[in-house]
Antibody
Framework: QVQLQESGPGLVAPSETLSLTCTVSGASVSYGSYHWSWIRQPPGRGLEWIGYFHDEYRVRYSPSLQSRVTISLDTSRTRLSLNVNFVTAADTAVYFC????????????WGRGTLVTVSS | DIQMTQSPSTLSASIGDRVTITCRASQSLNNWLAWFQQKPGKAPKLLIYKAFNLEGGVPSRFSGSGSGTEFTLTISSLQPDDYATYYCQQFNSQSYTFGQGTKVEMK
């Protein structure tokens, strides 16, 4: 069974960089075609798609975050990373990683999410 | 960038009620739409993929319909476990945007 686990600092200072890792276990996602994604949810609010990594040529970001976000996947396809630069309080959220099966419109796997608070 | 408009934002319903949630897209989605259910403190759970396909293990009282720019999630007979927030998400463009969410609460 595929499992995803987000990890990283729970507290980040304003103007610093938020860095998270999603560790994926389960052999089935080492092969095949997937969109490796990050989604976030500010406290009490809705889901916001951040971006995905499909392959080295297809990495896409939300237009509202594009200038500050980087998503990458290691070559073993077991660690998905997220960096968000110059954070503010508006970046406080639960951050989820998700692996969507390409062409299956939502099918895939989700992590449990990790809360990141931006505060001094 | 495709915009998703979900309605209503809140819905009050009783056990046994038929519940309908609508998602409208700013351009055609070619059925690349999913519906998720989320409960507090949990990750979203997939209910419907490709507009009308029921995910395995999801009760048959959930159904999806629609095409083009307008899609609907229906719960045929609301059960206690269905009180939650529901989101649509589109996969047609390079930005996988979500709707704003619909909270189904007890009437």
């Amino acid at each position: 069974q595929v499992q995803l686990q987000e990890s990283g600092p729970g507290l980040v200072a304003p103007s610093e960089t938020l860095s998270l890792t999603c560790t994926v276990s389960g052999a089935s996602v080492s092969y095949g075609s997937y969109h490796w994604s990050w989604i976030r949810q500010p406290p009490g609010r809705g889901l916001e798609w951040i971006g995905y990594f499909h392959d080295e040529y297809r990495v896409r970001y939300s237009p509202s975050l594009q200038s500050r976000v980087t998503i990458s996947l290691d070559t073993s396809r077991t660690r998905l990373s997220l960096n968000v630069n110059f954070v503010t309080a508006a970046d406080t959220a639960v951050y989820f990683c998700a692996v969507y099966t390409t062409g299956e419109s939502g099918r895939g796997y989700w992590g449990r999410g990790t809360l990141v608070t931006v505060s001094s | 960038d495709i915009q998703m408009t979900q309605s209503p934002s809140t819905l009050s319903a009783s056990i046994g009620d038929r519940v309908t949630i609508t998602c409208r897209a700013s351009q055609s989605l070619n059925n690349w739409l999913a519906w998720f259910q989320q409960k507090p403190g949990k990750a979203p759970k997939l209910l419907i993929y490709k507009a009308f396909n029921l995910e395995g293990g999801v009760p048959s009282r959930f159904s999806g319909s629609g095409s083009g720019t307008e899609f609907t999630l229906t719960i045929s007979s609301l059960q206690p476990d269905d009180y939650a927030t529901y989101y649509c998400q589109q996969f047609n463009s390079q930005s996988y945007t979500f709707g704003q969410g619909t909270k189904v609460e007890m009437k």
